[in-house]
C-alpha cells in the first residue's frame, strides 16, 4: 500500500459515552443507554479496527520512478479503512484500540468499574484513542460535594505518547475534572517501544489499584485545602496562572499588547466570576479556589479545535492532557505550597 498526502482525509473525531455520566463528557459522541461491555463500547466509539504496520515507501524520481521501500521507518495505517496512523521505527509496537480495553476489562468484568466514554480524537494532526471507566463504591464527599473516581487510559500512533493511564477525579455538582498525578514509577506508563512490553502491559492490568493511593492522596488534600485560607497575593497569582500578564516582545506591532491585555481581563472576569459563585458556597479557601479554576477550564476557556475535532471534544482533551491540565496542575500546586 502506498500513500500520497497522509493528512488528506483524516477520519473524524468519533466518541461514545453512558449518559448516566454524559455532563462530564460534554455530551459529546453517540450516547448509550446503559454503561457498555468493551466490544459494545468499541463499535459505538468507532473503535472496532486494527492496526497494520508496513514498510514506508517512495517514488525515487532518479531513477525512473522506482519504488524504494524504508528498512526502519513504517506506516501505521486502520485495517478497515485504510486511513493514516502514524509514521514510525523499526521497534514501534502499536496499540490496537482493543488494547486498552484488555488492560481495563478484569476491573469491568469483576464489577469494580464500569465504561464511562471512549473515543477518537486529534492533537494536532495525530489521532489518539482513549478510554474512561468509573470505579464503583468510591465515591466520597469533601466540604458536602460528591466526587467520583475514573480511571483514564490513551495511547496514540505518533510516537510522542506511550500507552498510559491516570486517576481522573469528578466533582459530580458540575462535571468539573482533575486528572491526578501518576508516579510513572509505579508502571502504568507503557512505552511502545518497550522489548518486555506485552509482561508490562500485565503487570499494569494489576496494578490498575494503584490509582486508589492517587485518589486517597487528593481526598486529604481536599480536605486541608478546604480549611486553609487564601491570601490576596495568592489570589493574584492564581489568577497569574490561569491569566498570564502581557509581556512586551521586540518588534511586536503597536496594538498587539492592548490586545493582549483586553483578552487577558476578559479571561480574568470570566475566572472570578466563576471564583466569587464558589467562594459564596464554599467559603474564601484554598478548595474553593481550586475548584474555580477546574470550572474555568472546563466550561468556560476557549480552546483551539484541530481539524476535525468538535469543540466539545478539543475542550475535553485539553482538560485532560492539554493546556487545561496544565492549568490545573500549576494551580494545585500552587495551593499545595
Keep these: 500500500m502506498t500513500f500520497g498526502n497522509p493528512f488528506m482525509d483524516k477520519v473524524p473525531t468519533t466518541m461514545a459515552y453512558a449518559k448516566a455520566d454524559g455532563r462530564v463528557w460534554h455530551d459529546t459522541g453517540k450516547a448509550l443507554d446503559h454503561y457498555p461491555t468493551s466490544t459494545e463500547m468499541l463499535e459505538a466509539a468507532g473503535?472496532?479496527?486494527?492496526?497494520?504496520?508496513?514498510?514506508?515507501?517512495?517514488?525515487?524520481?532518479?531513477?525512473?520512478?522506482?519504488?524504494?521501500?524504508?528498512?526502519?521507518?513504517?506506516?501505521?495505517?486502520?485495517?478497515?479503512?485504510?486511513?493514516?496512523?502514524?509514521i514510525v521505527g523499526k521497534d514501534y509496537q502499536p496499540d490496537h484500540p482493543r488494547d486498552l480495553f484488555i488492560l481495563a476489562d478484569d476491573l469491568v468484568q469483576d464489577g469494580r468499574a464500569v465504561y464511562s466514554t471512549a473515543g477518537l480524537i486529534y492533537s494536532g494532526d495525530a489521532p489518539r484513542i482513549w478510554c474512561s471507566?468509573?470505579?464503583?463504591?468510591d465515591d466520597w464527599k469533601i466540604a458536602g460535594e460528591e466526587h467520583k473516581p475514573y480511571i483514564w487510559l490513551s495511547s496514540s500512533?505518533?510516537?510522542?505518547?506511550?500507552?498510559?493511564?491516570?486517576?481522573?477525579?469528578?466533582?459530580?455538582?458540575?462535571?468539573?475534572?482533575?486528572?491526578?498525578?501518576?508516579n510513572q514509577k509505579e508502571g502504568l506508563t507503557i512505552r511502545h517501544d518497550a522489548r518486555d512490553r506485552d509482561a508490562l502491559k500485565a503487570e499494569a492490568a494489576k496494578m490498575l489499584a494503584v490509582t486508589h493511593g492517587e485518589f486517597d492522596r487528593f481526598k486529604v488534600w481536599a480536605e486541608i485545602a478546604a480549611l486553609k485560607g487564601v491570601s490576596d497575593q495568592t489570589r493574584a497569582q492564581v489568577e497569574d496562572i490561569v491569566a498570564p500578564p502581557v509581556r512586551d516582545l521586540p518588534g511586536q506591532p503597536?496594538?498587539?499588547?492592548?490586545?493582549?491585555?483586553?483578552?487577558?481581563?476578559?479571561?480574568?472576569?470570566?475566572?472570578?466570576?466563576?471564583?466569587?459563585?464558589?467562594?459564596?458556597?464554599?467559603?474564601?479557601n484554598a478548595y474553593s479556589l481550586f475548584n474555580a479554576v477546574t470550572g474555568y477550564v472546563d466550561w468556560g476557556k476557549k480552546v483551539k479545535t484541530a481539524k476535525n475535532n468538535?469543540?466539545?471534544?478539543?475542550?475535553?482533551?485539553?482538560?485532560?492532557?492539554?493546556?487545561?491540565?496544565?492549568?490545573?496542575?500549576?494551580?494545585?500546586?500552587?495551593l499545595s505550597v
Excluded at 311 to 324: K, P
Design 47 to 86: 473503535l472496532d479496527f486494527n492496526v497494520v504496520r508496513t514498510r514506508v515507501q517512495w517514488a525515487a524520481e532518479t531513477v525512473g520512478n522506482r519504488w524504494r521501500a524504508s528498512s526502519s521507518r513504517f506506516v501505521l495505517y486502520r485495517d478497515d479503512t485504510g486511513d493514516f496512523l502514524g
Design 133 to 137: 471507566l468509573r470505579l464503583l463504591g
Design 157 to 182: 500512533w505518533d510516537t510522542r505518547q506511550a500507552l498510559h493511564c491516570r486517576p481522573v477525579d469528578i466533582r459530580v455538582i458540575c462535571g468539573n475534572t482533575y486528572a491526578l498525578a501518576m
Design 254 to 284: 503597536a496594538d498587539h499588547r492592548v490586545r493582549a491585555q483586553a483578552f487577558r481581563q476578559r479571561t480574568l472576569r470570566k475566572f472570578n466570576t466563576i471564583a466569587t459563585e464558589e467562594i459564596s458556597v464554599g467559603g474564601n
Design 310 to 334: 468538535t469543540r466539545s471534544t478539543s475542550a475535553m482533551y485539553s482538560q485532560l492532557s492539554g493546556d487545561g491540565a496544565r492549568i490545573k496542575r500549576q494551580a494545585y500546586e500552587l
